[in-house]
C-alpha cells in the first residue's frame, strides 16, 4: 500500500554531490525501514544505504560510508540520500525501497521506479 517517488538524479561531474529524494505515499511508511540500491547497466543490484523506521538507525555499504548519509523525515514521508564527492563508478540507476514486512526483492516490499545518477571525469 506503499507508493515511492524517486527524484534528484541528474548529471553531475567527478567530485560533486547530488541529494536524493524518496517520497512515499499512503499509509504505514513511517513503520517500515527505508533502503536505496542502485544498478549500473550491465551490474548486479547492489546495496547502498539503509535507516530503520525511526531513523536513529543507520547502515551504509562500504563504498558510500565517508560519502553519503541517509536521512528521513517521517512527517513528511520523504527519505533522502545526500552523496558526495561523486565518482564515475557510482553511475547508476538509484532506488529506494521500503522495507514493509520484508517478503519482497531484496527484503523489502515497496520500490520506486528509480532516477538516474551519471557522474562524469
Known amino acids: 500500500q506503499v507508493q515511492l517517488v524517486e527524484s534528484g538524479g541528474g548529471l553531475v561531474q567527478a567530485g560533486g554531490s547530488l541529494r536524493l529524494s524518496c517520497v512515499a505515499s499512503?499509509?504505514?511508511?513511517?513503520?517500515?525501514?527505508v533502503g536505496w540500491f542502485r544498478q549500473a547497466p550491465g551490474k548486479e543490484h547492489e546495496y547502498v544505504a539503509s535507516?530503520?523506521?525511526?531513523?536513529?538507525?543507520?547502515y551504509y555499504a562500504d563504498f558510500a560510508k565517508d560519502r553519503f548519509t541517509v536521512s528521513r523525515d517521517n512527517a513528511r514521508n520523504t527519505a533522502s540520500l545526500q552523496m558526495n564527492s561523486l565518482k564515475p563508478e557510482d553511475t547508476a540507476v538509484y532506488y529506494c525501497?521500503?522495507?514493509?514486512?520484508?517478503?519482497?526483492?531484496?527484503?523489502?516490499?515497496?520500490w520506486g521506479q528509480g532516477t538516474q545518477v551519471t557522474v562524469s571525469s
Open positions: 525501497a521500503d522495507e514493509g514486512e520484508g517478503k519482497g526483492l531484496r527484503g523489502y516490499d515497496y
Open positions: 499512503g499509509s504505514a511508511f513511517s513503520t517500515y525501514a
Open positions: 535507516i530503520s523506521w525511526r531513523g536513529d538507525l543507520k
